[in-house]
């Protein structure tokens, strides 16, 4: 089991290494998820990135909001960007939550006045 989890691992480093290139080997993640949810906990950048990205391309919005809580090493701002533009707005409220954690106030603010989430600014 080790030895399949250095391959995992392996394979997230190098070939998911540039995330601008996640996007298009999302169908390559999901054949790595319950890999990627077992070693989150190392809290690494790439894997996060991989993660969120895959549960953001299943429109899973509650696993994405488990996983930015539970691990930080991901860039924020670049993640509340992306879904500040997403159709659903669970997935906007989440960029407002995202902004709010990094002091931009005013995108917080007036995310949520676009999508009339007007106790979500104020909490």
């Given at each position: 089991?080790?030895?399949?989890?250095?391959?995992?691992?392996?394979?997230?480093?190098?070939?998911?290494?540039?995330?601008?290139?996640?996007?298009?080997?999302?169908?390559?993640?999901?054949?790595?998820?319950?890999?990627?949810?077992?070693?989150?906990?190392?809290?690494?950048?790439?894997?996060?990135?991989?993660?969120n990205s895959?549960?953001?391309?299943?429109?899973?919005?509650?696993?994405l909001r488990?996983?930015?809580?539970?691990?930080?090493?991901?860039?924020?701002?670049?993640?509340?960007?992306?879904?500040?533009?997403?159709?659903?707005?669970?997935?906007?409220?989440?960029?407002?939550?995202?902004?709010?954690?990094?002091?931009?106030?005013?995108?917080?603010?007036?995310?949520?006045?676009?999508?009339r989430l007007?106790?979500?600014?104020?909490?």
């Open positions: 089991m080790w030895n399949l989890l250095k391959l995992y691992h392996f394979l997230i480093e190098n070939e998911f290494k540039n995330y601008d290139g996640l996007l298009s080997k999302v169908n390559h993640l999901k054949l790595v998820k319950p890999y990627l949810r077992a070693v989150q906990s190392l809290n690494n950048k790439a894997i996060n990135e991989a993660l895959l549960l953001i391309e299943e429109e899973d919005y509650q696993g488990t996983s930015i809580d539970a691990f930080d090493n991901f860039d924020n701002i670049a993640l509340a960007q992306k879904l500040e533009k997403h159709e659903l707005i669970e997935f906007r409220r989440i960029a407002a939550y995202l902004y709010k954690g990094n002091n931009r106030w005013k995108q917080s603010v007036e995310l949520c006045k676009k999508d007007y106790k979500v600014s104020h909490n």
